[in-house]
């Protein structure tokens, strides 16, 4: 991470936004935690485009592709239609759009509910056709937003299992959560937001030190209480991810 940037946004009549200073661009899967109203959407809208800085500059992360937290689908639009209509939006030709559907909805696991209607599966299986239709894009990093906050334990159990799938396709992954037992493997780097402001931003190994408080001398102020205390709810919860 040579690079680093600084950037503000703020909302028209409002004093909601962001305010980021010497944000570094991770080579890893990243997990962006903060609080419901912390910045995490706003900031994931720039990251892709969607939003334009007023002022400084943005990283720019080539073929970007935001996945809001709620699903919105075509009416009465089967998986498979869904997923090769978001890949021709972009450019692609429909019979090659459907050709790269079909391997992007076996990739989710979706295979057998391709010709169902979106409308009508599971929450977590929703997910899966965003992530699906956001591959199906060519997208060299897909950004999702919450993907897991309305999910039971169960399905959030299987969405990590294809975060994995996705880091090892070589797909960019950022994922914000406010829900520290998300910060598992892949993910190899932290962001915590806070009221716009980026609190922490480091290593995993980094986060894991600040929640178990295995600090060196004065090093323990650096951190605000926002770090320390999700830190520690991810350490309490027996996060098995080895630093």
């Not at 079909?102 to 979706?110: D, N």
């Not at 992530?131 to 169960?154: G, R, V, Y």
């Not at 996705?166 to 950022?174: D, F, P, T």
């Not at 209480?225 to 919860?237: G, K, Q, W």
Request: charge should be neutral; proline fraction near 5%; glycine fraction near 10%.
């Amino acid at each position: 991470m040579s690079n680093s940037y600084s950037f503000s946004f703020s909302y028209p009549r409002s004093n909601e936004g962001v305010e980021v200073h010497s944000l570094e661009v991770p080579t890893s899967p990243t997990v962006i935690l903060g609080v419901n109203g912390a910045g995490k959407t706003t900031l994931m809208k720039l990251l892709v485009g969607q939003l334009k800085p007023s002022k400084g500059a943005v990283p720019k992360l080539g073929r970007a592709v935001y996945v809001p937290q709620h699903f919105e689908s075509i009416n009465g639009a089967r998986v498979v239609d869904y997923v090769s209509y978001v890949a021709w939006l972009n450019g692609a030709g429909w019979t090659e759009s459907k050709r790269t559907a079909a391997y992007w909805i076996e990739f989710v696991g979706l295979k057998e509910h391709a010709h169902k209607q979106c409308g009508k599966l599971s929450g977590g299986q929703q997910a899966r056709v965003q992530i699906a239709a956001a591959l199906n894009s060519n997208a060299e990093h897909i950004l999702l937003d919450e993907p897991s906050a309305a999910l039971d334990p169960l399905a959030k159990r299987d969405l990590q299992g294809l975060y994995r799938s996705i880091a090892e396709a070589g797909v960019g992954l950022w994922v914000s959560s406010h829900q520290p037992l998300e910060v598992e493997k892949p993910f190899e780097h932290v962001l915590v937001l806070h009221k716009g402001k980026v609190e922490f931003q480091g290593p995993l190994s980094d986060f894991l030190r600040v929640g178990r408080g295995s600090l060196e001398p004065g090093e323990s102020h650096r951190y605000s209480d926002t770090v320390r205390n999700l830190a520690e709810a991810f350490s309490r919860t027996g996060g098995h991810v080895e630093d």
